[in-house]
Antibody
């Protein structure tokens, strides 16, 4: 069965960086895009960008272009998102989601990773 | 960026009720509209894609309709497990944006 399993919760200080992983199984990793979506506490959903595991190509929301990097390791079917220069407003649950195309139609999602930014 | 709005922001309903949620986009998105259900502490779950296509495994009491800028999600007979937050999301262009959500509560 398709699974996306994310790394555990993180607590970071403002200005630091965080890297969250999304380990996939149950399907061919390079056949689907991985999108990242975040949700601040009690708030709605915000799309951050996508990565093509096949090519490594990425596309980010303008808001995140300067501070976010998405990568993948095809040898272990895992995608990553790194967020730099963290602000308190980056406190959120970060989700990875699988989609068959670059458009976000997320048919399987990871369980989410809580990133807390606090001094 | 395309802005998505939803109405109502919350509703209370009885088990067995028919429930309709509306989603509007700030410009035409053809039929590139998806609906998700999210329960507390859980990831979103895809219900409807392409405005009206039912995702595999989703009960048939869920249906979607609409095109252009106006879309609806209907639950034909609300079940206890349907109490959750519902989000629309467009997949027309980047950035993909979500509506603010509709909370469906038990009356």
């Amino acid at each position: 069965q398709v699974q996306l399993v994310q790394s555990g919760a993180e607590v970071k200080k403002p200005g630091a960086s965080v890297k969250v992983s999304c380990e996939t199984s149950g399907y061919t990793f390079t056949d689907y895009y991985i999108h990242w979506v975040r949700q601040a506490p009690g708030q709605g959903l915000e799309w951050m960008g996508w990565i093509s595991p096949k090519s490594g190509d990425t596309d980010y929301a303008t808001k995140f272009q300067a501070r976010v990097t998405m990568t993948r390791d095809t040898s272990i079917s895992t995608a990553y998102i790194e967020v730099n220069s963290l602000l308190s407003d980056d406190t959120a649950i970060y989700y990875c989601a699988r989609a068959s195309r670059w458009e976000l139609v997320g048919d399987y999602w990871g369980q989410g990773t809580l990133v807390t930014v606090s001094s | 960026d395309i802005q998505m709005t939803q109405s109502p922001s919350s509703l209370s309903a009885f088990v067995g009720d028919r429930v309709t949620i509306t989603c509007r986009s700030s410009q035409s998105i053809i039929r590139d509209l998806n609906w998700y259900q999210q329960k507390p502490g859980k990831a979103p779950k895809l219900l409807i894609y392409g405005a009206s296509s039912l995702q595999s495994g989703v009960p048939s009491r869920f249906s979607g309709s609409g095109s252009g800028t106006l879309f609806t999600l209907t639950i034909s007979s609300l079940q206890p497990e349907d109490f959750a937050n519902y989000y629309c999301q467009h997949s027309f262009n980047i950035p993909f944006t979500f509506g603010p959500g509709t909370k469906v509560e038990i009356k």
